[in-house]
């Protein structure tokens, strides 16, 4: 069974930092990406950014590019969202996604919360 659990959310001032950290188990993965997705209340879920698993690639969401920073841990199926400079518009519940792009498959997270106070 796969599982995806995303942590490190929490409440932070206008300007702070957080790291969310997203671990994947209950099988190997090939060719994929994982990213992370945010839904803010009232609104509809949102792309964030993502990263390429095997080339390290990384792509974001305009509103967030130069702020957040997307890493992964090699040894194991994590990935990171660094989030610095925190506005109160990123406050949402993040999630995180794995996407198999041959197999056709994704997977997602619970999700995290994360507010911003201004």
């Known amino acids: 069974q796969v599982q995806l659990v995303e942590s490190g959310g929490g409440l932070v001032q206008a300007g702070g930092s957080l790291r969310l950290s997203c671990a994947a188990s209950?099988?190997?993965?090939?060719?994929?990406?994982m990213g992370w997705f945010r839904q803010a209340p009232g609104k509809e879920r949102e792309f964030v950014g993502y990263i390429k698993w095997s080339s390290g690639s990384t792509y974001y969401s305009d509103s967030v590019k130069g702020r957040f920073t997307i890493s992964r841990d090699n040894t194991k199926y994590t990935v990171y969202l660094q989030m610095n400079s925190l506005k109160p518009e990123d406050t949402a519940v993040y999630y995180c996604k794995l996407t198999e792009y041959y197999a056709g498959t994704a997977y997602w997270g619970k999700g995290t919360l994360v507010t911003v106070s201004s």
């Open positions: 209950g099988r190997t993965f090939s060719s994929y990406a």
